[in-house]
């Protein structure tokens, strides 16, 4: 079972045409005829025929490029460069459809573009590849640059979270202050919080006390919202000790949450059942409780699964 609140990953492509819901392999041949494999030259050659079309106002010659994987971002990545925004962001959707981390060092360029939108965007784009977006040196400085320059996109915040070393800490400690009274988001339907919280989750996986303080505080103060928010980032903790705090929390906490329902159906589902479904996911448990399903999940269900989770996190 997996909620909406928490399963907008699976929708980013069709939402934001950003970013797919997990990586794809490269495919090497984006022609009809996938056995013959397609020369650099000739998806260079797509690809400025796509641009040229979308300057136009025709984007169907883009649809597909993504397909052919890394082997398209070089030529897609000189167009970051474009005086035009439109294709800017063109740009950056394009290098994000590929779910390809050697997008990564690219994207990560465009997190200081001039366009507030599409700086976030590619923020968008970097949090969905995960920690591999910052296997690249150049995108953990690039990321700290923007992030001291101004750029709190809740995606770039969280990234930092997988960049040790005191740049990263005093980055986002920096950005707790310049940020006090300001909110963001990871995608424009995610739960908006406080930038000072995003940092400290993020300051939580680089192992700062004070951090991890603030946040298991947040989670015993039982706002919903930031009980929502956690467990929508639940892949970007790692402290056993907030997991355990999140789970007591959560599992067992029957306040409504729309689940995957049409809009304006309500089958009952609550914020225990939400965090089933996202401990489920994250750690890949099997207590043989369907979490599929939008329904309520039964206490010995929740039971199960509460039991299921601490011997994870015992381990």
């Known amino acids: 079972m997996s909620r909406a609140l928490f399963r907008c990953v699976a929708g980013i492509a069709a939402c934001l045409v ?5 990586p794809r392999a490269p495919l090497a041949q984006p022609s009809d005829d996938r056995s013959t494999p397609v020369a650099n030259e000739t998806i ?7 641009f040229a079309a979308m300057r136009a106002g025709d984007p169907a010659p883009s649809s597909g490029l993504e397909e052919a994987g890394p082997a398209i971002i070089p030529a897609v990545a000189a167009y970051l460069g474009d005086d035009n925004e439109d294709v800017r962001r063109h740009a950056v959707t394009l290098l994000g459809l590929t779910g390809s981390a050697e997008a990564a060092p690219y994207l990560a360029k465009a997190l200081a573009d001039r366009s507030d939108d599409i700086a976030r965007r ?16 150049s995108v953990g400085t690039a990321l700290a640059a923007a992030v001291t320059g101004g750029n709190s996109a809740g995606g770039a915040i969280l990234l930092m979270g997988y960049v040790p070393g005191a740049a990263s800490v005093a980055a986002l400690n920096g950005l707790r202050e310049r940020g006090a009274g300001q909110s963001t988001e990871v995608y424009r339907w995610s ?3 406080p930038v000072p919280f995003v940092a400290d989750v993020a300051l939580t996986r680089l192992g700062d006390a004070d951090a991890k303080a603030r946040t298991l505080a947040a989670i015993k103060g039982g706002d919903f919202d930031a009980l929502s928010f956690l467990l929508y980032a639940l892949r970007d903790i790692e402290d056993r000790d907030v997991l355990r705090a999140l789970a007591d929390a959560t599992l067992s906490d029957t306040r409504p949450a729309q689940g995957d329902a049409p809009s304006g159906a309500d089958l009952g589902i609550r914020l ?6 996202q401990f489920v996911k994250r750690f890949g448990l099997s207590a043989g409780v369907d979490t599929t399903a939008d329904r309520p999940l039964t206490a010995a269900e929740l039971a199960a699964l509460r039991e299921a989770l601490a011997a994870r996190l015992a381990e």
């Open 191 to 193: 739960p908006v919080m």
């Open 122 to 137: 590619a923020a968008m784009a970097l949090y969905e590849l995960g920690a591999d977006a910052v296997a690249d040196p």
């Open 18 to 22: 950003l970013t797919t819901a997990a």
């Open 272 to 277: 225990a059942d939400v965090a089933a479904a």
């Open 44 to 50: 260079s050659d797509r690809v400025d025929q796509a």
